[in-house]
């Protein structure tokens, strides 16, 4: 339930559904939140309070207050109902739950923030609960699906699953008891329980791959769970549990639907799946959250009548105003898109342009000498270029960012199965076209100069010409049609 304030930024900063900062309060009856206290050993001279008012997203608004002399401060920010946020002393955070009308007292030493911070006044219930749930259930490891329990079979891993939860729910109505508190806060750690437990069990087979293991063996029915699961259960919507899940949900129908093309079609099977299965803001986050990935990574076209059909509906302005923004400020290129042209000087002195190759599959891929995973692509691009050398496709690396003799220098060392391109910086026109923002990327461009995907496989993956190969035979096999 809770994760450290600068992991979080980082994860989120880097995650595919980064909502704009907007807080719609016409939406809602306002009411506010008062947070005062004192802070022992204070590290930093000011606290913020981040509300993340965007449901089931770590973005919102932002409210600071000074730390005195003494450490004692108080913050009030306008909540429009209940929501999570997070409290943040210098490199210190504690995630809190709001609700209008609270008058939160807290005290805290910064040496040991978690396991030192006290609540008194309104409110105080509700975050006590959230501080002792994180500390008998999310750093026991007995109670983590890693390192250990995803390594269990089928029948122990269920069961594994089947006693944490019913840890959680009598310890949720031990304290309650004791403690009594809303039952919107109520809904929202039940939330926590049922979409933990349906999440964990749903990537089971994933998360075993990723961490080597063989794919069990899994017996007949084990995904009907999955009809028990209420997609709208009320309170889930500020759970973060629950976003994961519904993602992780309708990408696993996605892949397993035998509907359309999976490579072409994933994006739109996963919309209109979220669009019949949903309601109110749960649909209206998932809608935006889909189409915020189709703009970024699918197939042009789709994403243009996905966006079209979604300006019809009566999205939240919340949600809305995010998709207007990303669908014209990000460059469309993407699966279906057009290319964008280049003309670059080449290793052997000459230029080479994309119109140039014209007619031929190009492989093209951008990497740096500065990036580890580049250079052990390199070493692998021999292997690589000789698996695929029946299929007829044309290499193409585009080194970026290195003085131009010292590239000369390495582009004559390194494999010739490509042709080696250079562009001198970052800001380089084609790699602006490209939208390029990690390295290395590789994309995978047809013969009449449509992007047949944005994200090829790499050369030093152990599967990555398999894989290319295959998406070439998939392209031919449906252009010949």
């Not at 794919?215 to 084990?222: A, C, D, E, I, V």
């Not at 460059?331 to 670059?344: D, H, N």
Request: one cysteine or more.
């Amino acid at each position: 339930m809770y994760m450290p304030f600068r992991l979080r930024t980082l994860l989120y900063s880097l995650s595919l559904f980064l909502v704009q900062s907007l807080f719609i309060a016409s939406s809602f009856a306002q009411g506010t939140v008062t947070i005062s206290g004192k802070i022992s050993n204070a590290i930093s001279d000011s606290v913020l309070l981040e509300v993340y008012t965007v449901p089931a997203s770590y973005t919102g608004e932002s409210y600071s207050a000074p730390v005195s002399s003494k450490g004692e401060f108080t913050i009030q920010a306008p909540l429009a109902e209940p929501m999570v946020a997070e409290l943040v002393h210098g490199s210190e955070s504690i995630l809190l739950y709001l609700q209008p009308g609270d008058n939160l007292d807290v005290r805290v030493n910064a040496n040991d923030f978690v396991s030192s911070i006290k609540f008194k006044g309104k409110g105080t219930n509700e975050n006590n609960f959230l501080v002792q749930f994180e500390r008998k259930f999310l750093e026991e490891e007995d109670y983590q699906v890693l390192p250990e329990n995803i390594h269990k079979p089928e029948k122990s891993f269920l069961q594994f699953l089947e006693e944490r939860r019913q840890d959680q729910l009598a310890f949720l109505e031990k304290s309650t008891k004791n403690a009594p508190v809303s039952e919107k806060f109520k809904q929202y750690v039940q939330a926590q329980i049922d979409f933990s437990y349906a999440n964990d069990r749903l990537t089971y087979v994933e998360v075993r791959k990723r961490v080597g293991d063989l794919p069990p063996t899994l017996s007949t029915g084990y995904y009907d769970f999955l009809k028990q699961v209420d997609l709208n259960q009320p309170g889930a919507i500020r759970n973060q549990a629950y976003l994961d899940f519904l993602y992780n949900y309708f990408q696993f129908k996605a892949l397993t639907s035998k509907a359309g093309n999976p490579e072409r079609d994933y994006y739109p099977i996963m919309y209109a799946m979220a669009k019949k299965e949903l309601r109110g803001m749960a649909k209206d986050m998932m809608l935006a959250r889909i189409l915020s990935q189709s703009i970024r990574f699918g197939y042009i076209p789709d994403t243009d009548a996905m966006y079209q059909e979604f300006l019809q509906e009566k999205v939240n302005p919340l949600f809305a105003s995010y998709v207007e923004n990303q669908y014209r400020q990000i460059r469309k290129v993407g699966m279906g898109s057009k290319a964008p042209g280049f003309t670059l000087l080449s290793s052997t002195g000459d230029s080479v342009s994309l119109k140039s190759l014209q007619g031929k599959i190009v492989y093209l891929g951008f990497w740096r000498t500065s990036c580890g995973i580049c250079n052990v692509d390199q070493h692998a691009y021999k292997y690589f270029a000789e698996q695929l050398a029946a299929k007829d496709i044309v290499l193409v690396q585009i080194s970026v960012g290195e003085d131009v003799a010292v590239w000369r220098q390495k582009a004559a060392k390194q494999n010739q199965s490509a042709i080696q391109l250079y562009a001198p910086n970052l800001s380089d026109e084609v790699v602006k076209n490209y939208d390029v923002k990690n390295f290395p990327s590789y994309f995978l461009i047809a013969p009449d100069g449509t992007i047949i995907t944005t994200n090829a496989r790499r050369p030093g993956h152990a599967e990555g010409a398999r894989e290319v190969a295959a998406l070439v035979d998939q392209y031919r096999q449906i252009s010949s049609r």
